[in-house]
């Protein structure tokens, strides 16, 4: 494997910081209702330059932000706040996922949860539900905000309020996690599925 060639990655970054810029500007001229002529003129600039930077096709100077910051009434440092944020990625290796207890588990039902939102308002996590055994009692979950599941393997009647859905591998629910949910039937072992809970940390419990 060749090792990566430390420019490279540099010229990544530095395409990467004019994008953001160029979108940061075209966000703040289309919030003023401005055209690209209008921002050109206003910032001393022919139109082509600034599509230019709006494009992410060129690095644009220090005094070149600071004309379209005051043509925009915005600081400098507004054109860089996309391009600061972080952008936060989770990777879990087949097999790897944090096992859960979730409150009402029986044996025979693992929960995988396979990554989380860091530092966000709103929270995501993904759990792989892998169920194994036969039971006549079944978790009931009810929780705030929405949920989607995917049946990958096996078939399952699956509870949603007071409605049932016979699913398989393929089928998909999506549905307010408000009113009571889960497994109702197992009808063919074993079954996997993909749950996604979506929620407000305001409302976290």
């Known amino acids: 494997m060749k090792d990566q060639d430390p420019h490279s990655t540099r010229g990544v970054r530095e395409n990467q910081l004019e994008v953001a810029i160029g979108r940061q500007v075209r966000e703040y001229r289309v919030k003023l209702a401005m055209t690209v002529a209008d921002l ?9 330059m600034l599509s230019k930077i709006e494009n992410g ?53 693992q929960y995988h949860l396979l990554g989380h939102s860091i530092g966000k308002s709103l929270v995501v996590e993904p759990y792989l539900v892998t169920l194994t055994e036969t039971s006549d009692v079944f978790p009931i979950f009810q929780h705030a905000g929405q949920e989607f599941i995917y049946i990958v393997e096996g078939e399952v009647v699956y509870r949603h309020g007071d409605k049932l859905y016979p699913m398989s591998a393929g089928d998909s629910l999506f549905f307010d996690a408000d009113a009571p949910h889960g497994p109702e039937e197992l009808k063919k072992l074993p079954i996997r599925l993909l749950s996604v809970i979506v929620y407000s940390r305001s409302g976290e419990n």
Do not use: C, M, W
Not at 40 to 48: D, F, K, N
């Open 40 to 48: 050109a003129r206003q910032a001393g600039l022919s139109a082509g």
């Open 57 to 109: 096709a060129t690095s644009p100077s220090l005094d070149t932000l600071q004309a379209l910051s005051k043509a925009l009434n915005v600081p400098v440092t507004a054109f860089f706040r996309k391009f600061e944020e972080q952008r936060d990625a989770t990777y879990v290796k087949s097999g790897q996922g944090l096992l859960i207890e979730r409150r009402g588990t029986r044996a025979g039902h």
